[in-house]
């Protein structure tokens, strides 16, 4: 476990709080490192690398007794003192001419590693193009079926795009926001070996400057040309270090605050005021079968719209007793059939009660 210092002033305090973690973290650092022993082109392609890498980088100019896959102790000290979680390293030897190994941190400890041999190097210094602004994110073309197939070449193709990351960015103008494009392609004529990692691959790297050209007759849309601007180089893969499964599922988990932030609902949008609409769906409604409250003035009788209110009140009162009338004979006829034969003509003085009922009251 690191041990984290108390901090005894602001400014320490301040820069605890920088390293500490982050839900979205700050962009990735990089420290360049020359080792014991460099030659001229791995120095230059150093050099060549922190500039395109500024502002998001960090260039220590003295040499320094590394040797990433022999000892990790001198890089874990120098990536933590500077707080970067990535490192390129320049060396040097008879065995190994012209290296230079990536290497990306994840906690203060190293993740994974890949050496590469450089060859056929040309630099910045050698294309007279003019070179992009500091801090541009160039546009990264990864070319062959190799960078899916062989776990050196993924783990190459990953440290180069953290290395060229620079800050997010929500919107990019087009074709304005590319101003040069970095393609990597693998040797299609590279036969794997009985292991198949990769190692022994050849990598062409390309850099190319964009240059937009008026076209006669058209006014929307220039013509994009590209003019090599270095760097340039042919990088073979040597050794290198897969993360473990654990640490890397570590590293690659996504917190749940940023997962929720995300996450998409379902029929919920939101106005440009801020305000949360919701879409509810529902299935088709029979409106002539709704249950509406029931109001005296909706109700049908046989004298509506004729003489006065006390008339349509009579009227309803008289079907009233005509409706009794008939119910109490049909209560005297269900009870003669089951044995009471003096039922029956109640039941018929009855009906005839309310009959004459409804007479007298049209009489009246």
């Known amino acids: 476990m690191i041990r984290t210092p108390k901090p005894k002033t602001a400014r320490g305090r301040r820069i605890l709080d920088d390293r500490a973690p982050k839900l979205v973290e700050n962009t990735k650092k990089c420290v360049f490192v020359r080792g014991s022993t460099t030659s001229l082109a791995v120095t230059e392609a150093l050099r060549d690398f922190y500039l395109l890498k500024k502002p998001h980088a960090i260039h220590l100019p003295r040499r320094h007794a590394i040797h990433p896959f022999?000892?990790?102790?001198?890089?874990?000290?120098?990536?933590?003192?500077?707080?970067?979680?990535?490192?390129l390293v320049a060396t040097h030897s008879k065995k190994r001419p012209d290296g230079l190994t990536f290497a990306r941190l994840f906690d203060g400890e190293v993740l994974d590693m890949v050496e590469v041999g450089v060859s056929g190097w040309a630099g910045l210094d050698m294309f007279k193009v003019p070179k992009p602004p500091l801090g541009t994110r160039p546009l990264l073309v990864f070319s062959g079926p190799l960078f899916t197939s062989l776990p050196a070449l993924r783990t190459l193709r990953s440290m180069l795009i953290d290395l060229y990351r620079g800050d997010a960015a929500d919107h990019l103008a087009i074709p304005e926001g590319v101003q040069y494009v970095v393609t990597v392609t693998a040797d299609p004529a590279f036969e794997p070996t009985e292991d198949g990692d990769g190692s022994g691959c050849r990598v062409h790297l390309r850099t190319y400057k964009t240059a937009l050209k008026r076209v006669e007759g058209v006014k929307t849309l220039p013509r994009v040309e590209l003019e090599e601007m270095g760097p340039r180089a042919d990088m073979v893969v040597r050794r290198w270090r897969e993360g473990d499964s654990d640490v890397m599922r570590e590293a690659m988990k996504v917190p749940k605050e940023i997962k929720n932030q995300t996450a998409k609902t379902k029929n919920i949008t939101h106005t440009p005021l801020g305000d949360r609409v919701?879409?509810?769906?529902?299935?088709?409604?029979?409106?002539?079968?709704?249950?509406?409250?029931?109001?005296?003035?909706?109700?049908?009788?046989?004298?509506?719209?004729?003489?006065?209110?006390?008339?349509?009140?009579?009227?309803?009162?008289?079907?009233?007793?005509?409706?009794?009338?008939e119910v109490a004979g049909a209560v005297v006829e269900a009870s003669a059939k089951k044995g009471n034969p003096g039922a029956k003509g109640k039941g018929k003085r009855a009906a005839e009660g309310g009959d004459a009922g409804v007479k007298k009251r049209k009489k009246a």
Not at 70 to 85: T, V
Not at 281 to 290: E, I
Request: charged content about 25%; proline content about 2%.
């Open 70 to 87: 022999d000892d990790l102790a001198p890089l874990h000290d120098m990536c933590r003192k500077h707080d970067s979680s990535l490192a």
């Open 278 to 325: 919701g879409t509810v769906h529902m299935r088709s409604q029979q409106l002539n079968k709704l249950e509406l409250r029931k109001m005296k003035a909706f109700k049908k009788t046989a004298a509506s719209g004729r003489g006065s209110g006390k008339a349509v009140e009579g009227g309803s009162a008289a079907g009233a007793a005509v409706e009794a009338g």
